[in-house]
């Protein structure tokens, strides 16, 4: 299951209609989706390991994790209409659009693909590709929201998208007043704050007051998560400042909350952090330049691992490349040997959709991460360093 590709849907759906997961504790559920990273808007794993282990990027973690999630709100509620159509239903229901944005971006297509390019819309902070690589954040933080809102549509359709709008920006409110109270802030703080600002669905010109903000957080979840959001605020270097205990204290009164459940938010936070520091971008202090060459290089190596077949195939038809690709590995090529290899490979990308990305304005920007990475691609008969590390070998 590659949800990357179309159909991703559907055979992740037939995959799980094999398992029981949907019989998990409401609250064991959740606590697993922290476990995974989906609340901290950092997708580490699978939820609940449903999907077998593989070389998923963060982005198809979260498309995974957030379609899991939606299933399993549906199978709670277990309503009569059909789970594809009743989340297209309510994302339509929640657009800004008086005509859905996705209908007219999209055009007409079956549910499963409108489906599927709904969520792809919905995951990302950013859609333009370049722009994606010199972010450090590419997954939107905020989308266990959109889960809230499903979860009362499914009961109740009535001012859906109000409630999703209102719920956000008490969030938001509560989210920044931690950090605004903080005394001093740390790199992580201006991080997250970046984080959720470009999560954030609607832009409010007007928040709500704290007080007004906590009377619209009513129900088990909604508490929970704000809660979860807070302790992500709070944290740093696992240290929480008088401040911000004086800010939890009194939210946990506001909320009718045990001790426990701070307890518990605080460790998990902690815990987290601790296991997946290397993972988390904002727990990274990487520049620009570096946060660049780290995100394209794992999609051009996406790209590669996922399109070998064919490229395999393509390159082999294309002798000169192949040669010249093989020689980049033990010298630096020519200007005009470096101009062959691009009009070359630019003509077999043509000829795989999925790597027509490296056609558009910036993608040439990504042909050396593509040479780089040929490599490790090609059989050994195609790669002139193999050959020769052999034969030194063969004659030792």
Known sequence: MNPSAN???KKLLNQVSKTKYSETDNH???NRLKQAGFIYGSNIKVVLDIVKPF????EERCKINLLLTYYF???KVNPEEDFVDSLIRYYKTISAQKRSFFEELFGDK??????EKMIYKRIHIDDNFISKSFNYFLINALLFVDILGYQRFLKDETNIKSYVNTLESALETIVFSVIDNKSEKTEYDENLIKLFEDSIRHKNSELPSYNDAVTVITEPFEKLYVIDLVCMASWSDKIIDTEEREFLLRLKNDLALDNEVIAHSVN???LFYDEHKDDVAFLSSKNLAQS???NSSKVVSKLITRNSKRLIKELSESKEAMTLLAQSTQRNLSDDEQKKIQTQLLDIFKSIPSLAIFMLPGGMLLLPLFVKFIPKLLPS???ENRIEDKDELDKN
């Open 292 to 294: 660049f060459y780290d």
């Open 268 to 270: 998990d936070i902690n």
């Open 7 to 9: 159909g991703w849907i």
């Open 28 to 30: 064991e559920f959740y």
């Open 381 to 383: 008969a195609f790669d």
């Open 55 to 58: 070389d998923f990027t963060e």
């Open 110 to 115: 079956t549910p499963d693909s409108l489906l």
């Open 73 to 75: 709100i549906y199978n």
